[in-house]
């Protein structure tokens, strides 16, 4: 049994991860799990604040079915007592201060409150094979986990709807900085340069994951604009303060200083609402989708955005400071001008091992299999097979030509339209 966390001392605004909280609900119901969470969530239906999370379009693109009452009442929650965080916020003074301090360092409080439940649940439902959490990897949850001697999975998206297959982040370390490991990826490159995997380009791997809506930009010829785009990131997200101090302000500033203000494009996080701060720059992106503004520009730099493995895929020179979790495949010094590439190496070791699909992430039967499999060429294998399938592309396609493989994956996904 896996035991999903919601933790948010951090209310900017009320229930801010309430749809994460009801996603967890929902999968506790459909595996049979425990939840551990805070208190507020005890009364989100007495309150049911103003949200799109119960809307149709939003739970079916999240990938959750908001539970009736009856069915609520059949998932065990265990509930921490907000005043754990009482002498947090004291000491820090502000509310992210509490959120960033427990995401750096252990809190005995909160650990005392947190064992004390782990007991409570293994005595009534059994044994707790590991933790899950979204976005946030906190020090105690770990120190918990560590002294149970199972893991703690933190989540967050990836690539996302509308334009992308979804994907997230599945990892057991925090997911910004040096989340991706060197020996990994080397290990990986071995197994293809010795043939035992044979990877895809990047057109291919578009072909996969873009959606219908989006598949024409295989075809169009863009030429880009600008020298640069500036990604910016939601303004409260402590997982990222708690790993670096530099602010988009700090990147607008640096990239400012390399380029003049008429080759630069910004586009603010479409979570930024009420925000929405333009930093004086002349040039505001407005598209729909991501990707269009990616390619009216160069290079993209942004600070932690999900946008940069965006920009990977469309083969865009990609800068970030210090914690992106891609750190390892970007340039961090914007005086550096000449535009590169990803390899596609290293993009297929980002979209088809390190990273997971977000349909089945939540399946007890993949977060078994795959917190037990280390082998990349079998986690490769698997990730590969799900996507196919799921796009209805036999995979024979594999074995075909080389110079034939492209045409047939858009084949496959033009029949499927």
């Not at 925000?275 to 990616?294: C, H, V």
Request: aromatic share 14%; charged share 30%.
């Amino acid at each position: 049994m896996f035991v999903p966390i919601v933790i948010d001392p951090c209310q900017f605004y009320d229930y801010r991860y309430l749809w994460v909280y009801l996603k967890f609900l929902y999968h506790a119901h459909e595996n049979g799990w425990v939840l551990i969470t805070t208190c507020e969530y005890k009364e989100w239906r007495d309150k049911r604040p103003i949200s799109n999370v119960y809307d149709e379009r939003f739970t079916s693109a999240h990938q959750y079915t908001v539970l009736s009452v009856e069915e609520e009442k059949e998932v065990p929650v265990y509930y921490i007592n907000n005043a754990v965080f009482n002498d947090e916020y004291v000491k820090t003074g502000s509310r992210i201060g509490t959120q960033i301090d427990l995401l750096k360092n252990r809190n005995r409080v909160l650990e005392n409150e947190l064992f004390r439940l782990a007991k409570e649940i293994k005595k009534i439902h059994g044994e707790i094979e590991g933790f899950i959490t979204w976005n946030a990897h906190y020090k105690s949850i770990d120190y918990l986990a560590q002294k149970m001697k199972v893991p703690v999975i933190t989540m967050e998206f990836a690539l996302r709807f509308p334009e992308y297959f979804p994907t997230c982040y599945f990892t057991r370390h925090r997911m910004y900085g040096d989340a991706i490991s060197n020996v990994e990826v080397r290990k990986f490159r071995d197994l293809v340069n010795n043939g035992l995997i044979d990877v895809l380009t990047k057109k291919e791997l578009l072909a996969i994951f873009l959606n219908n809506n989006r598949l024409d930009l295989l075809k169009n010829v863009y030429d880009p604009k600008y020298e640069m785009g500036i990604a910016t990131v939601h303004p409260f997200v402590p997982s990222l303060f708690a790993e670096s101090s530099y602010t988009d302000i700090e990147l607008i500033q640096d990239v400012r200083n390399h380029y003049s203000e008429d080759d630069i494009l910004l586009r603010n996080h479409p979570g930024d609402e009420p925000y929405q701060a333009k930093y004086t720059l002349k040039n505001n992106d407005d598209s729909e989708f991501s990707s269009d503004f990616i390619l009216k520009c160069k290079r993209i730099a942004a600070h932690g955005s999900n946008i940069l493995l965006e920009a990977l895929l469309l083969g865009r020179t990609v800068y970030s400071h210090d914690i992106s979790a891609f750190q390892l495949f970007l340039k961090d010094n914007l005086s550096d001008k000449k535009l590169s590439e990803i390899d596609d190496i290293s993009l297929n070791y980002l979209l088809l091992v390190y990273l997971a699909p977000f349909d089945i992430a939540f399946d007890k039967k993949y977060i078994d299999w795959r917190i037990h499999e280390n082998s990349p060429d079998k986690i490769y294998m698997y990730h590969i097979k799900h996507y196919l399938s799921e796009r209805g592309i036999s995979e024979e396609v594999l074995s075909v030509d080389k110079k034939d493989r492209l045409e047939t994956i858009l084949n496959y996904r033009r029949q499927s339209e």
